[in-house]
């Protein structure tokens, strides 16, 4: 039977009672989310100064049989925040103290660092050691975490946009309150000279594990970062119809299949490129339609885009040498007879084009955030599926996806990122949270098309919370069962993150 207070007693013995919260404005604060559902107050926040605490913290769950929720710095924002998975589990806030660069390695390009590195801290000590190495940046929360974010699966939009794939070597505490190291961290060695450079050691490779799951909390990683080229010069077209989408996938496929570009392609509709920085000018409380057809020309008129915007970036030893490449591009693109063309320097005025520069060069912006004002009340969701590189299926998932978002009334704001063979379609909710009306139809607008793109066989790659036991209701039943082995296995009382990801560890 879960003793919530002998586990808070016993955790402020460990790690000091200071550092245990159950202050009712603290609470209420950690179980704020952008989601349409209610709010998710934990019963206490927790912040550990250490490996070593967070294992007591473990320890004393399993003994008290209470549920947590690791954080890193709890900026998820669109997919939960930082709240709970579910309501009442005692967030582990990581962030707050455990939040340094243990080393940067200039020599095989790697950094170690703990979950409460924000991406600015990270920026901001490469910048202070001489700027000779470039982290992989997002466009979202500058304040948010290296760590959490690859710990869910993010990514970039430069050649180290694969977040998880670019950690190398992880120390986690298991749900069972054993402490492991992974990849060639494993040895039993003080000295691991390998862990940070080669992912593959003695034995399965357990890393994936770890990543959108609940069976350890990670709290040191190696992450791989890029040498900062001398020079690095964006290209970008602005296509004029909706329907232009089909052509854009066909022109960024061979591009990306021969690396010849090496970043990947942002390919933003007019609202995801334009909502940033403005408010919707059709919207006011009631209104239960999306913004027409006229605002939306109005709107490309006005910053100058069109209905997409697709973005890439080369880099090389200086811009002349890179200039070649770019008219390469350009040529490219053009051929199609509906592109046109903005420059790396008409760009930088541009602050939708210039998010995509900030990115792709490993500088967090917060400009993007600026989605949250679209409309009032700052609820926001990301459903995101993705289309393979095939123009005739990312057009027909296009009309898909618009068509539910007029129905219910959301104004349609999608980014597609483009590699070789897949795009991922990072699908924007943008409304009202304080009208409950329109909290009601954005609910549905996500499981509507949650439901039309499975029919089509595409799933998501990550969930909003509010969302991880539908998504795993659409999955194969074997695939559950093999989850919650797993759960049994290394956290046999679940207690971390109960419910994430929809595994709970039930037979
Ligand atoms: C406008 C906007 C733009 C965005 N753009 C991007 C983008 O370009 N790319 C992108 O990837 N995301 C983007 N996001 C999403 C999001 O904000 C980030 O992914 C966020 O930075 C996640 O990092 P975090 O440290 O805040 O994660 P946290 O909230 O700390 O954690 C994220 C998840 O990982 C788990 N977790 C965290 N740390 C650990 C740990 N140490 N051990 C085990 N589990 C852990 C948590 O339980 C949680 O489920 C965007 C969001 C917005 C609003």
New binding site residues.
Partial sequence: MMDLEGFLKSVGEKIGAQWVDTRHETLARYGEHTLPAEARAPSAVVFPSSTAEVQEIVLAANEYHVAL??????????????APARAGQVVVD??HRMNRILEVNEETCYAELQ?GVS?TMLHDELERRGGKLMLSA????PH??V???A??R????GPYFD?FGMLCGMEVVLGNGDVIRTGDGSLDSEELVNWHVSKFSFGPALDGL?SQSNY????RVGVWLMPRPPAARSFHFTFPDDEDIAEIIELCRPMKLSNFVPSLFRVANDLYAIAPDEVSAEYAPGVKNAISKEGRLALQKRHGLGAWQVSGMFYGASDAAIEPLIQRVRGHFERSGKARYISHDEAQNISALKVAID?MTGRPSAS??G??KWRPGSG?A?FLPGTPMVGAQALELDRVGRGIYEKHGMDYIVMHVASARFARGLHVLSWNKDDADENRRADACYRELSTEFAKRGVGVGRAPADYYDFHMDQMLPSLKKVYSSLKRALDPNAVI?PG?YGIDGEQ
């Fill in positions: 929720f690791p954080v890193s710095t709890g900026n998820n924002i669109g997919l939960g925040s930082r990581l962030g979950p991406f997002t466009s979202g929360p948010g975490g760590m959490g974010n710990m869910d993010g990514a970039g939009y977040h770890f350890g909390i990670v709290t990115s993007e955030l989605m949250l926001n990301w993150s994430k």
